[in-house]
Every structure is written in structure tokens, then in C-alpha cells.
């Protein structure tokens, strides 16, 4: 079962444009990832932003969570065509292993 | 040099016959974890492991076994009785604490079916 739902389901964006990806989970959570998959390779861990937190900065990547909404959002300012990949949420579902949502494939164009 | 090596990179499998997925970590982490992935789609718990000698099912375990003899190995068994086994297959590890915290990855397996 999924837990995240990224949208949108693909961006396409030019170099030094902001990307915004969005994810909304169903359940309450102790925190919540962020992972990129370039094609064909491992998924890489961006950021981690626990439930007790709003917003949480690194390097050029943004993450803010509404615990409210049950939602999530990943700015990546300023990107480069080196930005292209799949971009996952993750969420623990207050248990001991991470349910993914089903990505957004992010195109920069340079 | 640290991190989750997977082997092999491609793996074809015939009718009928199984096979196995290396997994190894030097990372000194206690849990691992197989996922599947098919294309454009997220990641699908197949089993995982907080221990050695232990490990549990996840969502998507029929036609998959596993084994923790060791800490630092995890492979996954893809039986005969999986049938449409054609994905990408990652491993990871990640030291728990009261939540599940950072994953890492391998760089995956592709199984074909011949």
C-alpha cells in the first residue's frame, strides 16, 4: 500500500527555475524523507523533517511539512539540468519501516 | 570505503528456477531491507530485518525468501512461485532508533525473465 502521493507526477522546468514537488500522506507519522533516484540507479536520502518540525533547509533544497493537512512540500531553488530525477516521499507510519509514495519525475531542461 | 554493495547488476531467470540476490553492508547497521520497484512506480516493501536471525514479512512477500545469518548480508531468494518477477530490486540499511530513520541504498539488481 502507498502511503504518499507526490504531485505532480512529472515537472518539467529550465535551469535556474525553482522545482516544487508536493506530497500528502494518510496516517499519522513521527517523520517524513525525502529521496532522489536518478534512472536505473539506488534511491539517495535528501532530507529527513520529524513531525515536531515545520520547515527544515539544505543547501539549495527546501522542506516544509503540515502536519494538519497530512502534506509535505520539496523546493529545489535555482536547479540545474543535474537536478533531473525521480524525486520520493517516505513516510514511517509510526511503525519500524518507510512506505513511499510513487514519485515525481523532475526534467531541467538547460 | 562504506556503503551496500548488490550483486549481481542484471539477472536473467528461466522458467521454473530460482534465484538470489546478493546484499552486503559494511556500514555496521543493524536493519535491512528488500524493495521492489517496477516501472514509474515507488518502492514495495518485500521483507526486512531488525536483527540477525529475524526478519519480517512486508507488503508484497509471496514468492520471495530471506535469510539474516549474518549482519552484514541479506539475500532475497526469487522463488518459482513468483510469477511476474521482472523489476528492479533495492536493498537498504539504516540503524533504527524509535522511528525509522535514514535509509541507504545499493544500486539495485534488474531481473529479466528469459
Known amino acids: 500500500s502507498q502511503q504518499g502521493e507526490e504531485d505532480p507526477q512529472a515537472l518539467s522546468i529550465q535551469e535556474g527555475e525553482n522545482a516544487t514537488m508536493n506530497c500528502s500522506y494518510k496516517t499519522s507519522i513521527n517523520n517524513l524523507q525525502w529521496y532522489r533516484q536518478n534512472s536505473g540507479r539506488g534511491l539517495v536520502h535528501l532530507i529527513l523533517?520529524?513531525?515536531?518540525?515545520r520547515e527544515k533547509h539544505s543547501g539549495r533544497l527546501r522542506v516544509t511539512l503540515d502536519t494538519s493537512k497530512k502534506s509535505s512540500s520539496l523546493l529545489i531553488t535555482a536547479s540545474r539540468a543535474a537536478d533531473t530525477a525521480s524525486y520520493f516521499c517516505?513516510?514511517?507510519?509510526?511503525?519500524?519501516?518507510?512506505?513511499f509514495g510513487t514519485g515525481t519525475r523532475l526534467q531541467v531542461f538547460p | 570505503d562504506g556503503g551496500i554493495t548488490q550483486s549481481p547488476k542484471y539477472l536473467f531467470r528461466k522458467e521454473g528456477q530460482n534465484v538470489t540476490l546478493s546484499c552486503e553492508q559494511n556500514l555496521n547497521h543493524d536493519a535491512m531491507y528488500w524493495y521492489r520497484q517496477d516501472p514509474g512506480q515507488g518502492l514495495r516493501l518485500i521483507y526486512y530485518s531488525q536483527i540477525v536471525n529475524d526478519f519480517q514479512k512486508g507488503d508484497i512477500a509471496e514468492g520471495y525468501s530471506v535469510s539474516r545469518e549474518k549482519k552484514e548480508s541479506f539475500p532475497l531468494t526469487v522463488t518459482s512461485a513468483q510469477k511476474n518477477p521482472t523489476a528492479f530490486y533495492l536493498c537498504?540499511?539504516?540503524?533504527?532508533?524509535?522511528?525509522?530513520?535514514?535509509?541507504?541504498f545499493g544500486p539495485g539488481t534488474r531481473l529479466l525473465v528469459l
Open positions: 537498504a540499511s539504516s540503524s533504527p532508533g524509535t522511528s525509522v530513520e535514514t535509509q541507504y
Open positions: 517516505a513516510t514511517d507510519r509510526n511503525t519500524d519501516k518507510l512506505i
Open positions: 523533517i520529524r513531525s515536531n518540525e
